[in-house]
């Protein structure tokens, strides 16, 4: 047996609005995959406009859930992202938990830069990458950026940005049913139909292994589309035009299936009762309210 053996490549991609002060079972799932009490999380707020109070929330409960080690880098300029400290500093995580915010932020200050290079060498070496809202879009190599909402997909409607490229071949949208994303997700799908799309629901991760196998976690779903044999009027569709998709395949994946990324197959899924009683949507958002009822 080799002594140090290869470990999996793992991301936790969470819909955002995670739940912190309830049985919190999505970030529990993040700190136990980082190695529990003998872990050591680097948290990344840079994509918030208040950085200082998404750390303070994210290390109380980080360290509720039994972190020894939690520290955090926020970059504010791409230069600084160039710091040698900064990837150092994610040399030595077990998990890096990057935060919600504004994800073309993320992609203008980060990516393709040493401190992007450090992220992909910690995942690739089987440190747990976890982004929430922004920091679960940026997940992927070509990320959403901006776009309008709404049910009806439409040509133009949405806009492509790089990301780290931790998952390829699939575009993440987050706050999905909460925001009624369904139409810029599957606009984009639609234009690249090589790429599958992935919206997460609020409270709810998609845990995503080696690139392959992506198990639910939390009290919403995951919902997946593959148009890659799809009929679609993307190419010709005039700007804001309502798309023609037909025969895209949509899976809807709650908690407890494991679906298989490179099939885009079901390939289990065991019925779970996640606790209803979490706090509001509108609660969840606010940072604030979050650090005033971890702090009580």
Request: proline fraction near 5%; glycine fraction near 10%.
């Amino acid at each position: 047996m080799p002594d140090n053996p290869v470990r999996p490549r793992s991301l936790l991609i969470i819909g955002g609005a995670e739940d912190k002060v309830g049985r919190v079972t999505v970030l529990r799932r993040f700190v136990r995959r980082a190695g529990g009490r003998k872990s050591r999380i680097v948290i990344v707020p840079t994509a918030s406009s208040v950085p200082d109070e998404v750390v303070d929330v994210y290390r109380t409960v980080f360290t509720r859930l039994g972190s020894p080690h939690v520290s955090a880098i926020n970059p504010e300029t791409r230069q600084a992202s160039s710091d040698p400290d900064l990837a150092a500093e994610v040399d030595q995580a077990t998990g890096v938990f990057i935060s919600g915010g504004n994800q073309l932020k993320l992609s203008q200050l980060i990516v393709g830069t040493p401190l992007g290079a450090a992220l992909l060498a910690a995942y690739q070496r089987g440190a747990v990458i976890a982004g929430t809202s922004a920091g679960a879009s940026v997940m992927s190599q070509f990320m959403i950026s901006m776009g309008d909402e709404g049910v009806t997909p439409r040509q133009r409607s949405s806009q492509l940005t790089a990301g780290l490229g931790l998952l390829p071949g699939v575009i993440v949208d987050q706050h999905f049913d909460q925001r009624a994303r369904y139409g810029r997700l599957l606009s984009l799908v639609a234009g690249s139909p090589s790429l599958l799309g992935m919206g997460i629901d609020e409270d709810t991760a998609a845990e995503v292994t080696d690139e392959k196998e992506l198990t639910v976690v939390g009290s919403g779903a995951v919902f997946v589309v593959d148009a890659r044999q799809a009929t679609t009027d993307a190419h010709i569709a005039r700007r804001d035009a309502p798309l023609l998709v037909s025969g895209a395949v949509v899976h809807t994946l709650p908690y407890g299936a494991v679906f298989d990324l490179d099939k885009a197959e079901l390939t289990e899924f065991v019925e779970r009762y996640p606790d209803s009683a979490v706090t509001s949507a509108k609660d969840r958002h606010d940072t604030a309210t979050a650090a005033a009822a971890l702090h009580h």
